[in-house]
C-alpha cells in the first residue's frame, strides 16, 4: 500500500471532505482506463459510501451515549444535593433510642 505524508494526516472529516468530492466528480487517476476498464473505481466508490454511513451512524450513536451520559450526571448531582439537604444523623429517630414511646419509668 503506497502511503504519502499527505495521507497520513488526512483526519476522519478530511477523508469524509474528500469522498464526497469524489463522488460528485471522480479524479482522473480513478478513471477506469487506468485499471483497464475493470469495476475497481465503482467497487472502491461503494466501499467509501457504506464507510461514510457508518463513521456518520457512529458519531450520531456518540452524540447519544454522550446525553445520556450527561443526563446521568445531573440526575447524579441532583441526587447528591438533595442528599446533602436531608437532615443529618442527630435528627434521625432510631428504635430504641428513648425517645419518649414505650415503658419508660418502670
Known amino acids: 500500500m503506497n502511503t504519502s505524508a499527505a495521507s497520513s494526516d488526512l483526519t476522519p472529516d478530511a477523508a ?12 482522473p487517476t480513478w478513471s477506469t482506463a487506468s485499471y ?5 473505481e465503482p467497487t472502491l466508490a461503494e466501499i467509501g459510501r457504506v464507510l461514510a454511513a ?3 451512524r ?9 446525553a ?3 443526563d446521568l450526571l445531573l440526575e447524579d ?3 447528591e444535593h438533595a ?4 437532615p443529618g444523623p442527630a435528627h434521625t429517630p432510631t428504635i430504641g433510642s428513648g425517645s419518649g414511646t414505650g415503658g419508660e419509668g418502670r
Open 16 to 27: 469524509l471532505v474528500r469522498l464526497r468530492q469524489y463522488q460528485e466528480r471522480p479524479a
Open 36 to 40: 483497464g476498464g475493470s469495476s475497481a
Open 54 to 56: 457508518e463513521v456518520e
Open 58 to 66: 457512529l458519531r450520531a450513536r456518540v452524540e447519544e451515549l454522550v
Open 68 to 70: 445520556q451520559r450527561d
Open 77 to 79: 448531582a441532583l441526587a
Open 83 to 86: 442528599r446533602d439537604r436531608l
